[in-house]
């Protein structure tokens, strides 16, 4: 198994930036594809970001493509993302997420998730 621990949510203004972290701990972090969704009040959790095992494929949902960016550090065993140009519409619960099978975009495929951030962007 394997345990995340999101951080860096918080109120910006539009047009600002955050950078979230979401640390793992448990079985070798190499192992797991890792995706960020999102999840506003009354609407479905969403993709967000994702990126492979090795950190070379990224995939963006099409509406955060060229403002966010998804990265990870071996090393430290995190996952980022950064987001740029930050929108009102962006306002929501920000959940890290892993997966031992294929990059995926789909909820239902990933097995593990932390607790979510809470990113609230003013207009």
């Known amino acids: 198994q394997v345990q995340l621990v999101e951080s860096g949510g918080g109120l910006v203004q539009s047009g600002g930036s955050l950078r979230l972290s979401c640390a793992a701990s448990?079985?070798?972090?190499?192992?797991?594809?890792m995706g960020w969704f999102r999840q506003a009040p009354g609407k479905e959790r969403e993709f967000v970001a994702g990126?492979?095992?090795?950190?070379?494929?990224?995939s963006y949902g099409d509406s955060v493509k060229g403002r966010f960016t998804i990265s990870r550090d071996s090393a430290k065993n995190t996952v980022y993302l950064q987001m740029n140009s930050l929108k009102p519409e962006d306002t929501a619960i920000y959940y890290c997420?892993?997966?031992?099978?294929?990059?995926?975009?789909?909820?239902?495929?990933?097995?593990?998730w932390g607790q979510g951030t809470q990113v609230t962007v003013s207009s």
């Open positions: 997420a892993a997966r031992t099978g294929p990059n995926s975009y789909r909820v239902s495929d990933y097995d593990y």
């Open positions: 448990g079985r070798t972090f190499g192992d797991y594809r």
């Open positions: 990126i492979s095992s090795g950190g070379s494929f990224k």
